[in-house]
């Protein structure tokens, strides 16, 4: 048992704001509360800042958003003198930019490191939260600003006999930070997910031998990526101005201006209305793009079937033995319901002699010993471990820590049934708790850096409003809630992510026993920032301010 709060909290805080968390999100509420006035301090796990780009080390580790505009867009000092180098950037590249960020906005002050965050509780009486930590004494705020990260909480399978493995277990989110020396090594990498089909090609390249242990294939893109042309950086810095607000007036908060290759699909074409043979003359001119560029396939199941199969297509052209390639190939469910995987030389991976494929369709993981995993279709030996399992993602670290609002209520209670915000921002019966990129809000949909940046400057914005009038609680109210709920659910509906036959992790299905909520705003960041500012120019409909 934890102890979360002393029996009452002091009626002045220590602090301002806390925030919980000193990725993308922590550091730029540092910098932006504490330019607002307000005193702060933001509590990391980690031993470093970065957040998802410090845990995240594994070999390949790469953003699919590109460079120039998965970046920071509150300085234009800052736009100015970081010279990215790739035209989607690395892990390395991240967190060295990360803390350049933090460096250059003296944050590193009030951001104290290796201090987890294991709960916190509101005192209604004092309207105050006091945060524990696993060390330490109690930490006292009048706000609460979780930016503890979508995809922060590693999902940790059943795996009978992990613990007898004679050799290193590595999880992809969890990456030594000194790297793994994997020359001579027979290494066995189970999921084939983002962080799998990433890693893949890396791990093939360092490991004396590959074996990957595929539950299900992915529909992945290839990621055109390769050195960032100077012209193009320099061009852009001309316009950063445009290109942001160009990036929050587009649904997935990227414009596609800086020379990165993205396809978009436009409503004229519809795959239901070609013969095979134009869809075979576009797989010809759109390789692996030829699946995903069909408007009616984002709606349609027939038509994305047939998407379907111009992408598995594209996999038994890439892939040399075709039963490899036919166990590649995703079936069953539909193209886009999933979170798209970028992949550099993924499935060319696979025509290496020193690279299995294990269906496990085929005969599951029965059980890990020392020497390796055994399964329904026979044993593979092993010395490394390597596990890109996924993330409890999204709700997480929101509710693996016991986080009390009015009467004690745990989240994790109320969350019972699935996550229920108000814009991906408050939840009622929480006051003064703000969730940043929380459920309910575009976040894993669309660009980051942007969503996080708006999301810190409407709490910014609230924040200051209420000191102005001398405020000192908020709160939304359960029908602004239901009402946003309501909205979240119904522009899902008609969408493929919503599909019964995908198990993604926006719907909560890779998590055994969680709640099958989608969980992400699908409308578009465009749509949910207008919504969210309405919100402010309607005197902050649905929040009751005390
Ligand atoms: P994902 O996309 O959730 O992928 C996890 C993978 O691990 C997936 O292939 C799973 O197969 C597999 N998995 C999970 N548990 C098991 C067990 N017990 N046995 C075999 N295989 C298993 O996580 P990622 O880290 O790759 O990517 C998450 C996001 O991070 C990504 O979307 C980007 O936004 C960045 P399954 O599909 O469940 O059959």
């Known amino acids: 048992m934890t102890e979360t709060a002393p029996p009452s909290a002091p009626a002045v805080p220590q602090f301002d704001v806390v925030v919980v968390g000193a990725g993308m999100a922590g ?6 509360f504490r330019e607002l006035g307000f005193s702060v301090v933001a509590l990391e796990q980690g031993a470093g800042v970065g957040g998802t780009w410090f845990w995240n080390r594994y070999p390949g580790c790469r953003c699919d958003v590109p460079s120039l505009e998965y970046s920071f867009g509150f300085s234009e000092e800052l736009e100015q003198e970081w010279e990215w180098t790739e035209v989607f950037p690395s892990q390395p590249e991240i967190e060295r930019y990360l803390n350049h960020v933090a460096d250059r906005f003296d944050l590193r002050r009030d951001i104290r490191l290796e201090t987890k965050v294991v709960g916190a509780t509101y005192d209604e009486a004092a309207q105050v939260w006091t945060v524990a930590t696993e060390a330490g004494d109690p930490i006292t705020g009048r706000f609460l600003v979780m930016a503890s990260g979508n995809l922060s909480v590693p999902q940790t399978p059943e795996l009978p006999g992990r613990e007898t493995f004679a050799g290193p277990v590595l999880y992809t989110s969890m990456w030594p930070r000194d790297g793994v020396d994997l020359s001579g090594q027979r290494v066995a990498l ?15 390249d360092m490991a004396a031998h590959l074996t990957v242990f595929q539950r299900t294939p992915t529909y992945t893109w290839p990621s055109y990526n390769g050195p960032l042309d100077p012209e193009v950086q320099r061009r852009t810095k001309e316009h950063y101005r445009e290109l942001r607000a160009g990036q929050r007036t587009n649904p997935g908060g990227v414009t596609g201006s800086t020379g990165a290759i993205i396809l978009q699909t436009a409503e004229d074409r519809r795959i239901l209305e070609v013969g095979e043979e134009e869809r075979l003359a576009v797989l010809e001119e759109l390789r692996w793009n030829a699946s995903r560029v069909w ?25 040399d033995d075709p039963e490899v390639a036919e166990s590649l190939s995703p079936r069953g469910f539909p193209i886009g319901c999933k979170r798209p995987v970028i992949d550099t030389h993924y499935f060319e991976t ?13 005969g599951g993981i029965e059980a890990i010993d020392a020497g390796g995993i055994r399964t329904a279709q026979g044993y593979f030996e092993a010395d490394v471990l390597v596990l890109a399992t996924g993330f409890d993602a999204m709700t997480g670290a929101l509710t693996r820590i016991d986080l009390r609002g009015r009467d004690g209520r745990l989240l994790r209670d109320v969350w019972a049934e699935g996550p229920r915000t108000n814009l991906g921002l408050q939840v009622a019966g929480f006051p003064n708790l703000f969730t940043v990129t ?25 924040l200051t409003r209420m000191r102005d009038r001398g405020q000192t609680e908020v709160e939304t109210t359960v029908e602004a809630q239901d009402a946003w709920v309501d909205h979240v659910n119904a522009v899902a509906a008609p969408t493929m992510m919503t599909a019964s036959s995908c198990n993604s992790w926006y719907l909560g299905a890779n998590i055994p026993g969680k709640p099958r909520v989608f969980l992400p705003y699908v409308g578009g960041l465009n749509q949910y920032i207008e919504r969210a500012e309405a919100v402010v120019a309607d005197d902050y409909a649905g929040f009751v301010f005390a």
Not at 302 to 309: D, H, I, K, R, S
């Open 190 to 204: 189970i999921g084939t997910g983002s962080s799998g089909v990433q890693s893949t090609p890396e791990l093939a």
């Open 295 to 319: 408007f009616d396939a984002l709606t349609n199941p027939e038509a994305n079937e047939l998407a379907c199969e111009l992408y598995r297509e594209m996999v038994r052209r890439t892939v």
């Open 350 to 362: 696979f025509n290496r002699d020193d690279v299995t494929l294990v269906d496990l369709r085929k």
């Open 27 to 32: 550091l730029y509420a540092v910098h932006h």
């Open 438 to 462: 929380g459920p309910g809000s575009p976040s894993v949909l669309a660009n980051m850096v942007v969503c996080i940046e708006q999301h810190i400057e409407w709490i910014g914005e609230c």
